[in-house]
């Protein structure tokens, strides 16, 4: 089933589940969850992918006082723990599916639960710049840009939402 999951777009994701994602488990760096489903034949497929972990946002010297205050934090803060939703896809061979937002609304309902076990407030993602098109799927429920940075000379986008207690 793991061999089968395409995403041509981001071939980082499909090594990423092959090869680490057991490893990942294992270390307990991150928990992976796959949304399956059942062909007409029975078999498992899964449609979409995703990887939480706990992540250290690390705040931009620039980033302003409002959006400090946005994230919660004090005007000399420079980091906050948070959630960190490191990969998110759709499975390619059956795009047509699964929607990316039931993927994404599926990774927000563990965060909030792990939330109510032991608090913290913030989500985050990291986005390609060049990929306005993930970024505007963020956006478009609820995260904000927050601060950009440069890894091994690709610009990302860093988005984070507050996730207010229920």
């Not at 979409?48 to 004090?74: D, H, I, P, T």
């Amino acid at each position: 089933m793991l061999e089968n999951f395409s995403c041509k777009r981001e071939p980082f994701i499909e090594n990423f589940i092959r090869k680490s994602c057991y490893q990942a488990e294992i270390m307990r760096s991150s928990k992976s969850y796959f949304i399956l489903d059942e062909d007409e034949k029975d078999y498992l497929r899964a449609l979409g992918f995703y990887s939480l972990a706990l992540k250290v946002f690390y705040l931009n010297e620039s980033m302003s006082k409002k959006k400090k205050r946005k994230l919660g934090v004090k005007d000399n803060q420079t980091h906050i723990a948070t959630y960190y939703i490191g990969l998110l896809a759709k499975n390619e061979n059956y795009s047509k599916e699964i929607e990316g937002k039931l993927i994404l609304d599926s990774a927000m309902g563990k965060i909030a639960e792990a939330m109510r076990h032991v608090g913290g407030k913030v989500t985050w993602v990291e986005a390609k710049k060049k990929n306005q098109k993930v970024i505007d799927f963020y956006i478009k429920n609820g995260f904000q840009e927050f601060q950009t940075e440069k890894q091994e000379g690709v610009e990302h986008s860093h988005l984070a939402k507050i996730i207010e207690p229920e």
